[in-house]
């Protein structure tokens, strides 16, 4: 979809919101809260989540973190002004609030705040029970400050907590209280970046499974530690070298084998690809360990392998 970048402000250091309008006015696709979208900018494709009220779809917000290590992407998107015209995608949901919970406890930290706000506008409007707890370095590091403290009648995020400038061990003693126990029916929903993710995952190891939310943003890089496999796609026959500077996508899209990717950071799971022989190197953020152990199926974008040569299903 083409939109314009009708509105940019800056939200906390660093972060820039945009505000994206359909060129003729017309309503956006809908979405639900939690849903993300990928950006085409300067060459590359990058996933942001929708932090606007999912019942408003005259436009969608994003908010941008200016990432110091950016590959090209945040920073392209800080370089928009008001008024250009940029290609996104429809929104896509792998965050959405479960049906039938009865309260929400939604953690983020830093740049990770963005889907929570959009679940916040859905779950006022069910009128369902939430605490937001929001971690950033300091106040000018809070993004959408002025959402999260607004406090008129329409619109009371009055359960929103902050926790501001704390290091490691306070920010764990934070969640451990949190987290201490899962209350029946609630659900706990978090974003933000890699450790503090860990943190969270760690903290909720007794929780029911099916209670527990997250979304990771961004990727730690992966450490290469193999000189290369062969990948066979097994629908073609064609017999693909992977070399160590290179991901799987990459080598077989260059092969002429066509792999749908998009974060191409093991995040979003668009890639998913079943494994019929040989044993992958799970690299991704989107399975889960048990389904990792069953090494059936892999995220190629940024997983590789310990066998010399891998049969997948492409
Ligand atoms: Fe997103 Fe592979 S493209 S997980």
Same mark, same amino acid.
């Given at each position: 979809?083409?939109?314009?970048?009708?509105?940019?402000? @800056? @939200?906390?250091?660093?972060?820039?919101?945009?505000?994206?309008?359909?060129?003729?006015?017309?309503?956006? =696709? #809908?979405?639900?809260?939690?849903?993300?979208?990928? *950006?085409?900018?300067?060459? $590359? $494709?990058?996933?942001?989540?929708?932090?606007?009220?999912?019942?408003? $779809?005259?436009?969608?917000?994003?908010?941008?973190?200016?990432? %110091?290590?950016?590959?090209?992407?945040?920073? &392209? *998107?800080?370089?928009?002004?008001?008024?250009?015209?940029?290609?996104?995608?429809?929104? /896509?949901?792998?965050?959405?609030?479960?049906?039938? #919970?009865? #309260?929400?406890?939604?953690?983020?930290?830093?740049?990770?705040?963005?889907?929570?706000?959009?679940?916040?506008?859905?779950?006022?409007?069910?009128?369902?029970?939430?605490?937001?707890?929001?971690? &950033?370095?300091?106040?000018?590091?809070?993004?959408?400050?002025?959402?999260?403290?607004?406090?008129? %009648? !329409?619109?009371?995020?009055?359960?929103?907590?902050?926790?501001?400038?704390?290091?490691?061990? %306070?920010?764990? +003693?934070?969640?451990?209280?949190?987290?201490?126990?899962? !209350?029946?029916?609630?659900?706990?929903?978090?974003?933000? =970046?890699?450790?503090?993710? !860990?943190?969270?995952?760690?903290?909720? !190891?007794?929780?029911?499974?099916? %209670?527990?939310?997250? @979304?990771?943003?961004?990727?730690?890089?992966?450490?290469? $530690?193999? @000189?290369?496999?062969?990948?066979?796609?097994? /629908?073609?026959?064609?017999?693909?070298?992977? +070399?160590?500077?290179?991901?799987?996508?990459?080598?077989?899209?260059?092969?002429?084998?066509?792999?749908?990717?998009?974060?191409?950071? +093991?995040?979003? +799971?668009?890639?998913?690809?079943?494994?019929?022989?040989?044993?992958?190197?799970?690299?991704?953020?989107?399975?889960?360990?048990?389904?990792?152990?069953?090494?059936?199926?892999?995220?190629?974008?940024?997983? /590789?392998?310990?066998? /010399?040569?891998?049969?997948?299903?492409?």
């Amino acid at each position: 979809m083409d939109v314009i970048v009708e509105k940019i402000t @800056e @939200e906390a250091t660093d972060i820039k919101s945009l505000r994206l309008v359909s060129p003729v006015g017309a309503a956006l =696709p #809908s979405f639900e809260a939690g849903a993300h979208i990928d *950006v085409h900018v300067g060459g $590359t $494709t990058r996933q942001y989540s929708l932090c606007s009220d999912p019942a408003d $779809t005259s436009a969608y917000l994003i908010g941008v973190k200016l990432e %110091a290590q950016s590959r090209g992407g945040s920073k &392209a *998107v800080h370089a928009l002004k008001e008024g250009d015209h940029l290609e996104i995608s429809a929104p /896509r949901n792998l965050f959405a609030l479960a049906a039938g #919970s009865d #309260s929400a406890l939604l953690i983020g930290a830093g740049i990770g705040i963005t889907p929570l706000i959009a679940m916040m506008y859905q779950l006022k409007a069910q009128n369902k029970a939430f605490t937001l707890h929001y971690f &950033a370095r300091s106040q000018d590091h809070i993004a959408f400050s002025e959402t999260l403290l607004r406090t008129d %009648a !329409e619109l009371d995020f009055g359960r929103v907590h902050f926790h501001l400038g704390l290091d490691a061990p %306070a920010t764990g +003693g934070q969640l451990d209280q949190l987290l201490a126990r899962p !209350e029946n029916g609630q659900h706990v929903y978090f974003c933000g =970046p890699g450790p503090f993710m !860990e943190a969270i995952r760690q903290r909720c !190891e007794d929780w029911p499974k099916d %209670a527990v939310h997250f @979304e990771y943003f961004s990727a730690e890089p992966v450490e290469v $530690t193999d @000189e290369g496999f062969e990948v066979i796609a097994a /629908r073609s026959g064609k017999r693909v070298w992977v +070399g160590p500077e290179q991901s799987i996508t990459d080598a077989l899209n260059a092969a002429g084998v066509e792999v749908c990717v998009s974060c191409e950071q +093991g995040i979003c +799971g668009t890639c998913l690809t079943a494994v019929l022989n040989g044993t992958p190197i799970h690299n991704d953020m989107f399975l889960n360990d048990a389904e990792k152990a069953k090494n059936d199926q892999m995220l190629p974008c940024i997983s /590789r392998a310990s066998s /010399r040569t891998l049969t997948l299903n492409i």
